[in-house]
Nanobody
Framework: QVQLVESGGGSVQAGGSLRLSCAASVSTESTYGIRFCVGWFRQPPGKEREGVASIDSNGGTSYADSVKGRFTVSKDNAKNILYLQMNSLKPEDTAMYYC???????????????????WGQGTQVTVSS
């Protein structure tokens, strides 16, 4: 099992920055041969959830076109924390942000269209103009 807890959301004016964190706890079963992938998603009010940024099991990153050049996804493997640095925030970035994760034995996983099995509870980001 993987449990995810997001933090770092809040209210900010347009042009400001926020850094979201997602702390992951993994069950103590053997991780030999296990590959992990992680991602950030968001759901604006009244809209469907969309992928924002991800790190796949090969370490490759992907970003939605709407956030390229403004958002950066990273992770601290030693601490099991996933980050999303968000700069130059816009009102249209307002949404509930979720982190997601999955693990596979051997095969590749990840990307913005991947169906992750583990999700956090979300953290709200509100950007005012």
């Amino acid at each position: 099992q993987v449990q995810l807890v997001e933090s770092g959301g809040g209210s900010v004016q347009a042009g400001g920055s926020l850094r979201l964190s997602c702390a992951a706890s993994v069950s103590t079963e053997s991780t030999y041969g296990i590959r992990f992938c992680v991602g950030w998603f968001r759901q604006p009010p009244g809209k469907e959830r969309e992928g924002v940024a991800s790190i796949d099991s090969n370490g490759g990153t992907s970003y939605a076109d709407s956030v390229k050049g403004r958002f950066t996804v990273s992770k601290d493997n030693a601490k099991n924390i996933l980050y999303l640095q968000m700069n130059s925030l816009k009102p249209e970035d307002t949404a509930m942000y979720y982190c997601a994760a999955d693990r596979t034995r051997g095969r590749h996983c990840g990307g913005l269209k991947y169906e992750y099995n583990y999700w956090g509870q979300g953290t709200q980001v509100t950007v005012s103009s």
